[in-house]
């Protein structure tokens, strides 16, 4: 059974930053491409990056690209995002989510499985 298990979440201020991760279990690791998703209250589940098997492709969401970095380190089987320069519209719930494949998406129905998320807000 795959498990996705998240951490890192937080109440921070506006300009600060904070590294989530995301511990996966159950399947190999590195077969698989990763990404993160964030959902705000009232709004739907959106992308925020994804990452291929062995970390040589990237993509970002517009509205973190600059600011977020998406890694993963396959021996501790193990994904980041790392977040910076934090504003209150990146308050939400961060999913980390794993696809059936190896090359990166950004479509949520591509995503099979998922964690249970990690609440990060952001006060001005």
């Known amino acids: 059974q795959v498990q996705l298990v998240e951490s890192g979440g937080g109440l921070v201020q506006a300009g600060d930053s904070l590294r989530l991760s995301c511990t996966a279990s159950?399947?190999?690791?590195?077969?698989?491409?990763m990404g993160w998703f964030r959902q705000a209250p009232g709004k739907e589940r959106e992308f925020v990056a994804a990452?291929?098997?062995?970390?040589?492709?990237?993509d970002y969401a517009e509205s973190v690209k600059g600011r977020f970095t998406i890694s993963r380190d396959n021996a501790k089987n193990t994904l980041y995002l790392q977040m910076n320069s934090l504003q209150p519209e990146d308050t939400a719930v961060y999913y980390c989510?794993?696809?059936?494949?190896?090359?990166?998406?950004?479509?949520?129905?591509?995503?099979?499985?998922w964690g249970q998320g990690t609440q990060v807000t952001v006060s001005s």
């Open positions: 989510a794993t696809t059936q494949g190896r090359a990166i998406t950004t479509a949520r129905l591509d995503y099979v499985y």
């Open positions: 990452i291929s098997t062995w970390g040589r492709n990237t």
């Open positions: 159950g399947r190999t690791f590195s077969n698989y491409a």
